[in-house]
T-cell receptor, first 112, second 113 residues
């Protein structure tokens, strides 16, 4: 079992839908949680960053962390075709080498 | 600022050839890493560095060498290319701890024939 599990999809939704992307993890020492967006043939870009449990909102995006369940989510409201991309979750412990562990990514397709 | 710059963007190698993938960042980041990305496998860490002169192995280091003589540059060397090294390679950098993630380059698509 990998440390971070993420359903690869693809997830296909109509424009305007609310999208929920999720990751589960097994390492209880993870404290920092990230979501990256990767467009086709591009490098990943950091979308959101949260520390410990709770919610963080940025425009149409909300990141949610439930450490008791070892479960993180990214919600996208009013999804747009431009949101079509692969979304990778990542997480790391508080110190050490600061190297994150990545999920395999979920492919999202938002169709008009 | 340019961020993280990777060269070349595309490369075709013959089995057994060697080459160096270049990575440079202009953000004065301490931490730099090399990943490879393969379909269905996600991002896998090859080597990383926590500062000039300090490198360590990641999840899939075999067949690759790195060095970090300056803060800005972190080249990845393929010693004797094999078809199994066909992949997309990403370099990334980070200032270190706290709520800050990695900044990725645009990638090098490598094909070994």
């Amino acid at each position: 079992q990998k440390e971070v599990e993420q359903d690869p999809g693809p997830l296909s939704v109509p424009e305007g839908a609310i999208v929920s992307l999720n990751c589960t993890y097994s390492n209880s020492a993870f404290q920092y949680f990230m979501w990256y967006r990767q467009y086709s043939r591009k490098g990943p870009e950091l979308l959101m960053y949260t520390y410990s449990s709770g919610n963080k909102e940025d425009g149409r995006f909300t990141a949610q962390v439930d450490k008791s369940s070892k479960y993180i989510s990214l919600f996208i409201r009013d999804s747009q075709p431009s949101d079509s991309a692969t979304y990778l979750c990542a997480m790391r412990v508080g110190g050490g080498s600061y190297i994150p562990t990545f999920g395999r990514g979920t492919s999202l397709i938002v169709h008009p | 600022n340019a961020g993280v710059t990777q060269t070349p963007k595309f490369q075709v190698l013959k089995t057994g050839q060697s080459m160096t993938l270049q990575c440079a960042q202009d953000m004065n980041h301490e931490y730099m890493s090399w990943y490879r990305q393969d379909p269905g496998m996600g991002l896998r860490l090859i080597h990383y560095s926590v500062g000039a002169g300090i490198t360590d192995q990641g999840e899939v280091p075999n067949g690759y060498n790195v060095s970090r003589s300056t803060t800005e540059d972190f080249p990845l060397r393929l010693l004797s290319a094999a078809p199994s090294q066909t992949s997309v390679y990403f370099c990334a950098s980070s200032p270190g701890g706290g709520p800050r993630g990695y900044t990725f380059g645009s990638g090098t698509r490598l094909t070994v024939v």
